[in-house]
């Protein structure tokens, strides 16, 4: 990690490469922040790139505060990868304003500048197609500004019975226009000899609600045009109206393959805008239940991505291991999958009687899975002619995307997000961190298998650490709620408890990114507080939704049967996508 | 000849109506569509995995069109810009179907009551049994599965139009 008095002189250099664009630098829980105008931006973040090896644009996210002069907020986050170093860039737009686009700065912009111009209306000039992306074509508004209201549909009491309104079906709109889109960016291209199909959303081999329209001559594609939004969930204004804790629960429902990395990423980021540590024992527990939960998704990502390319039997022992890493969830939460277990402060409850025995006896029967996997898969000719070669990903492209996870290392570049900007207490761990060589679905499958044993390495390391009791969550009143105890006894316990379940807490104002290695990649959450009881803006960096970007280029001028193996090595889950 | 109905049972015969054996068939070997949505569909895989095997109750063969199938489960929150097409894919199954709400999205929102979710998918097709949970295990999906086929064995399609 970088220190605060480097980074200052990182502000300083960066002024002095871009002369004029940097309008004030601040500084935030160790995060730079640099203002610029909308004329200096492209100016700025092109310095960024060529000139100081700002490579990687992690996230760009837009925020919305209806009481300024220029309303809109847009943050880029940007990091360099040799380095190892970040910065925000944050700019303000008025409504009619237009931004300079960033696609020809970083390829990745692309989909997060729709995002903002879907859910904020914001226009970026220079765009290759700006169009909406989560929100159906027949949309009107754009809902993550603060005077969209959150909609939905009230709960009918006595009360209330004979006023409620029901939801307006909007949905109606999209009726007999399921096909709106197939023409949408293939218009163009008007040979003879040319078909376009389409492909989901309702598809068994595309991970869930996307869609994909190709265009084909014969069996090769020319053009493939992913549309997504499906599953568009509102999750980010849904939880900027919950409180901070409570919006803990609805991070299980992004990426649902592993729930608790999401409440982890979440939990982490309001810890950093709070400035709270918490005990070295629940940051053990955290580790051991997030690389539990990595070795449940890449089970089903291998499974599911082994049935596409006709390999069922591995799908059934993959399900076979997870269901003993879901009954340790259940046994330690009472439920299977979204167990909200990790929340702010450290963990929801301590460890029940024979945790230890239940996950030593998973940790005990895993490894000779993952070799019988290997067997199955590693030297199989037709896996090996499936994927060998198939959609080659090279570290250029890898970059350019901002791909992160098994996608990024599976194209041979080291990045990890567990030991380059370590958290929790993985430095305490020892693991490897396996690299592809040629970047194809082979490798993505290699790094994943790899990933596999050492995440059992680490589950084995973590559970020795952690004794059978002890603190679980910090001891900060303010925070976590008072024991029973504690709470027949003292009044000043039952103050907080009150205030607790009432309020909520109220972290101090400020804006913070923080971001962990899921199962999938860089999982960062970008909060925003007021001062009040709720997340002004919460938004989710999903490596899903970044590295889906990079489709479109595996599979122009492959064959339709690799768009498949391509989709599977991604291994996008559309609720984190969509969110 | 004077047989007594006891006497018949003896000979291995049993009497039942068309109606009876015709629903019997059908309940016994429902196929789903392959219809994940989101977290449910996690769970709906898992009950098609060795631990839960759904095909202990006939309904293993999952289809990947609408046009084979004759149940959907709605495994997750469906939003407003998948509902036309969950409209449009109900509206290409064959007679005589059936629709399961698998969860609290698909069955009335459930947390997410918001913009961008039609709060409960009975508003888009019409829903036979709702299944509970955030998501229910592959045990609450086999169990409505199971309700299911009481509703299926006791529908009379020959009597009555099937509606």
């Known amino acids: 990690m970088t220190t605060a008095a480097t980074d200052i002189s990182l502000a300083e250099l960066i002024k002095a490469r871009c002369p004029g664009a940097v309008t004030g630098a601040g500084e935030f829980r160790g995060e730079t922040t640099l203002t610029t105008t909308p004329e200096n931006l492209h100016r700025l973040l092109s310095t960024l790139k060529t000139d100081l090896g700002f ?283 979204m167990t909200s277990f990790i929340n702010i402060g450290g963990v929801r409850a301590d460890l ?40 080659v990903i090279t570290p250029e492209e890898a970059l350019d995307y901002a791909l992160s996870g098994p996608n990024i290392r599976g194209s041979g570049i080291k990045w990890d997000l567990r030991k380059d900007r370590p958290y929790l207490t993985y430095p305490k761990y020892s693991f490897d961190v396996p690299v592809g060589k040629t970047g194809d679905v082979y490798d993505r499958y290699l790094v994943r298998l790899e990933e596999m044993r050492q995440s059992r390495e680490i589950c084995v390391q973590a559970l020795k650490q952690i004794s059978p009791r002890g603190e679980f969550r910090t001891a900060d009143r303010k925070i976590s709620p008072p024991p029973k105890e504690e709470l027949e006894r003292n009044m000043e316990a039952l103050i907080h408890h009150f205030l607790l379940y009432t309020r909520g807490f109220q972290p101090p104002e400020g804006e913070v990114y923080s971001a962990i290695e899921s199962a999938r990649g860089e999982l960062g959450i970008y909060l925003v507080s007021d001062g009040s009881n709720k997340p002004y803006r919460m938004h989710v960096r999903a490596p899903s939704f970044v590295s889906l970007q990079i489709l479109p280029a595996l599979c122009e001028g492959g064959l339709v049967a690799d768009v498949i193996a391509a989709i599977g090595s991604l291994d996008p889950v559309m609720g984190e996508v969509d969110r | 000849m004077n047989v007594t109905l006891d006497q018949l049972v003896g000979h291995g015969i049993i009497l039942t109506s068309v109606e009876d054996v015709l ?27 060795p631990r839960f095997d759904v095909a202990r109750f006939g309904a293993e063969v999952f289809r990947g069109t609408p046009r084979q199938s004759d149940l959907i489960i709605i495994a997750g929150r469906l939003s407003v810009k998948m509902a036309p097409v969950l409209r449009r894919l109900y509206e290409q199954m064959p007679e005589p179907k059936w629709v399961l709400a698998m969860g609290a999205c698909a069955s009335c929102g459930g947390v997410f009551n918001n913009y961008a979710i039609v709060q409960g998918a009975d508003k888009v097709v019409p829903v036979d049994i709702y299944v509970p949970g955030c998501p229910p295990s592959p045990d609450a999906v086999i169990f409505g599965l199971m309700e299911l086929q009481k509703k299926i064995q006791a529908q009379r399609p020959l009597s009555q139009p099937v509606a």
């Open chain 1, 55 to 337: 490579n990687y644009l992690a996230d760009i996210a837009g925020a919305d505060y209806p009481g300024r002069s220029k309303r809109f907020e847009v943050n880029y986050q940007v990091s360099s990868i040799p380095a190892n170093r970040s910065v925000r860039v944050k700019v303000s737009v008025g409504e009619d304003e237009p931004l300079p686009t960033a696609t020809d700065v970083w390829k990745t912009a692309n989909w997060h500048e729709r995002e903002i111009f879907d859910l904020f209306g914001v226009r970026f000039s220079g765009h290759p197609d700006l169009r909406r992306i989560l929100c159906p074509d027949f949309w009107t508004g754009h809902p993550l500004r603060k005077d969209f209201p959150l909609d939905g549909e009230e709960v009918a009491f006595t009360h209330n019975q004979d006023s409620i309104k029901p939801q307006e079906a909007i949905w109606k709109k999209g009726l007999g226009k399921a096909e709106y889109a197939l023409e949408q960016g293939t218009a163009d291209v008007g040979e003879e000899t040319t078909m376009v199909i389409n492909m989901g959303p309702q598809h068994p081999s595309t991970h869930g609600v996307l869609r994909l329209v190709l265009q084909l001559d014969g069996e090769t594609v020319l053009r493939t045009i992913p549309h997504i939004g499906y599953l568009h969930t509102g999750i980010e204004k849904t939880a900027e109206n919950l409180t901070w804790q409570q919006a803990v629960v609805v991070t299980d429902r992004m990426d649902y393959l592993s729930p608790p990395t999401n409440n982890l990423a979440y939990a982490l980021a309001v810890e950093k805008l709070m400035g709270i540590e918490i005990p070295e024992r629940a940051q053990d527990i955290r580790v051991l239940i997030a690389e539990l939960t990595r070795l449940a998704s890449h089970l089903i990502a291998l499974g599911t991505h082994a049935m596409e390319l006709g390999a069922m039997s591995v799908f059934f022992y993959c399900w076979r291991d997870r269901e003993l890493i879901l009954d340790i969830m259940d046994f330690l939460s009472g439920v299977r999958m």
């Open chain 1, 352 to 391: 029940p009687d024979g945790f230890h025995k239940k996950v030593q006896d998973f940790l005990d029967v895993f490894p000779a899975s993952v070799d019988e996997y290997d067997g199955l898969l590693t030297n199989n000719r037709i896996w090996e002619k499936r994927t060998l070669g198939v959609s």
């Open chain 2, 23 to 49: 629903q019997w068939g059908r309940k016994s070997a429902i196929w789903p569509m392959i219809f994940g949505l989101a977290c449910c569909a996690i769970e709906m895989m898992g009950m098609v995995a």
